[in-house]
């Protein structure tokens, strides 16, 4: 859980540096920043969890600290959304920032079929307003993370990236 947010709060952090929207970029910032300050306390109270043992306080801790991150990375996710649809200056040549750009990319394409879909195939009501019944979602990168295969999103034994290996190689 600790590499996932790492890689989340990675993510976060290359999607600030190109976004063309200042404001959409200082709120990835705070909420890969939070994402990474609740990894890091995740971290700790595992580690002290294992030297302790087990006990009730320490478990609900733990449990507390996990369900903390998944909201920080379901806020950064949502805050890379609206980074994505502002917009997002070019990657350099770095292959993790081509990744990043890569991913977003697709998750783009992924919302801009939906909504010509949906203006396709839409369902108003009289005041021309969309039916909410019946309506599919629309994509977000949430949803485009939890289709990657179970074999993509295997967690490292290590939370440090090794030679060769990118960010975005460890999907959540």
Do not use: Y
Not at 53 to 66: F, H, M, Y
Request: charged share 25%.
């Amino acid at each position: 859980m600790v590499s996932d947010g790492q890689v989340v709060v990675k993510f976060g952090n290359i999607l600030a540096k190109h976004c063309l929207d200042q404001r959409c970029s200082m709120e990835l910032l705070r909420a890969a920043e939070h994402t990474q300050s609740i990894s890091s306390q995740l971290s700790i109270v595992a580690r002290v969890k294992a030297v302790t043992g087990e006990s009730k306080a320490s478990s609900e801790l733990l449990l507390s600290n996990v369900q903390n991150l998944i909201q920080a990375v379901q806020h950064v996710l949502r805050a890379a959304d609206a980074a994505c649809v502002k917009g997002l200056g070019q990657p350099s040549a770095d292959p993790e920032e081509e990744e990043v750009a890569a991913f977003c990319q697709q998750w783009r394409k992924n919302l801009t079929q939906h909504r010509a879909k949906e203006a396709l195939n839409s369902d108003r009501d009289e005041l021309g307003l969309r039916k909410t019944r019946g309506a599919k979602a629309e994509p977000t990168l949430m949803s485009l993370v939890q289709e990657q295969p179970p074999q993509s999103r295997s967690i490292p034994k290590h939370p440090n990236p090794r030679k060769g290996h990118t960010a975005m190689d460890r999907h959540l």
